[in-house]
């Protein structure tokens, strides 16, 4: 989710994806996802699959064709679903080459399970977003957590709506990638980043020990990866809808500020059992 959210005009389908047939060509309207990977979900919804079965499905296939079927691309706006386009035809070629065994090298998480892991992390995203607004639409007014709070979850953001964080948080990115020199290469940094929502989670509360207030970026070193700050966003959410933490900004401009919520160190959470981890 490299690019701002983008304002969908018209009434989009429930897989989030629209087609127009016109002499047997399908156009894709790329305007309609927030990125590829927006749009793998999606396809992966479309074909009824689990997400770790999307290198044996027609899924790769089917994202590799639309991106050739698809024309006059707006070049910033394709470029990460070409990046993804080459990563996805970087594993499909490894996939045919016989293993290359390396004894005196460190095991990385070869390309195949970070992409499938970012895809688990971006559904969770989704539907802990979705969760967070019709929390949003029903209580709107603040109140104490309940102390039995697995039964009943009243998320607070003090000063700030879900949709703001959210577009606060694009904008943080959006002056990182200026400030950045990095590519945005898919397969030049998949391969050393490892980040999982529980790693984070956990990072987040032992922070909490410590001080009771900071800001959203204080949380990364210099050169923290754009996945980095992804994973980050989705354990910040779950902590919202927790109870654990309140979020806060003075102004839209601002730095997104994250403050501990009284009495959260008695909250548990069973980070390891909640989520998936991807070997």
Same mark, same amino acid.
């Given at each position: 989710?490299?690019?701002?959210?983008?304002?969908?005009?018209?009434?989009?389908?429930?897989?989030?994806?629209?087609?127009?047939?016109?002499?047997?060509?399908l156009e894709l309207?790329?305007?309609?996802?927030?990125?590829? *990977?927006? +749009?793998?979900?999606?396809?992966?919804?479309? !074909? &009824?699959?689990?997400? #770790?079965?999307?290198?044996? =499905? /027609?899924?790769?296939?089917?994202?590799?064709?639309?991106?050739?079927?698809?024309?006059?691309?707006?070049?910033?706006?394709?470029?990460?679903?070409?990046?993804?386009?080459?990563?996805?035809?970087?594993?499909?070629?490894?996939?045919?080459?016989?293993?290359?065994?390396?004894?005196?090298?460190?095991?990385?998480?070869?390309?195949?399970?970070?992409?499938?892991?970012?895809?688990?992390?971006?559904?969770?995203?989704?539907?802990?977003?979705?969760?967070?607004?019709?929390?949003?639409?029903?209580?709107?007014?603040?109140?104490?957590?309940?102390?039995?709070?697995?039964?009943?979850?009243?998320?607070?953001?003090?000063? *700030?709506? +879900?949709?703001?964080?959210?577009?606060?948080? !694009? &904008?943080?990115?959006? #002056?990182?990638?200026?400030? =950045? /020199?990095?590519?945005?290469?898919?397969?030049?940094?998949?391969?050393?980043?490892?980040?999982?929502?529980?790693?984070?989670?956990?990072?987040?509360?032992?922070?909490?020990?410590?001080?009771?207030?900071?800001?959203?970026?204080?949380?990364?070193?210099?050169?923290?990866?754009?996945?980095?700050?992804?994973?980050?966003?989705?354990?910040?959410?779950?902590?919202?809808?927790?109870?654990?933490?309140?979020?806060?900004?003075?102004?839209?401009?601002?730095?997104?500020?994250?403050?501990?919520?009284?009495?959260?160190?008695?909250?548990h959470v069973d980070?390891?059992?909640?989520?998936?981890?991807?070997?």
């Amino acid at each position: 989710m490299s690019e701002e959210i983008t304002e969908v005009q018209g009434e989009q389908s429930e897989q989030q994806y629209a087609f127009e047939e016109e002499q047997n060509v399908l156009e894709l309207k790329l305007s309609n996802f927030d990125g590829p *990977l927006d +749009l793998l979900l999606s396809l992966v919804k479309e !074909n &009824k699959i689990e997400i #770790k079965d999307i290198f044996v =499905s /027609q899924v790769t296939e089917q994202f590799l064709e639309y991106m050739n079927q698809v024309s006059e691309l707006d070049v910033e706006l394709a470029s990460e679903y070409m990046a993804m386009a080459a990563t996805l035809l970087e594993i499909k070629s490894r996939a045919l080459l016989p293993p290359v065994v390396k004894d005196d090298e460190p095991e990385e998480e070869t390309p195949e399970a970070v992409l499938i892991r970012q895809l688990e992390e971006y559904k969770l995203f989704k539907e802990i977003v979705t969760e967070l607004k019709e929390q949003e639409n029903v209580d709107r007014f603040y109140r104490d957590p309940d102390k039995n709070v697995g039964k009943e979850v009243s998320v607070i953001k003090e000063n *700030l709506s +879900l949709d703001g964080f959210i577009a606060a948080f !694009n &904008k943080f990115l959006a #002056k990182l990638q200026v400030k =950045s /020199q990095q590519s945005t290469t898919v397969s030049r940094t998949m391969a050393r980043e490892s980040f999982s929502v529980p790693q984070k989670i956990n990072f987040i509360r032992e922070v909490l020990k410590t001080v009771n207030e900071f800001k959203f970026a204080e949380l990364f070193e210099p050169g923290a990866s754009r996945n980095e700050y992804v994973t980050t966003f989705i354990a910040v959410l779950e902590l919202t809808k927790l109870q654990i933490i309140t979020i806060r900004q003075s102004d839209i401009f601002e730095d997104i500020v994250i403050v501990k919520r009284e009495g959260s160190d008695d909250i548990h959470v069973d980070v390891e059992g909640e989520y998936e981890q991807v070997e």
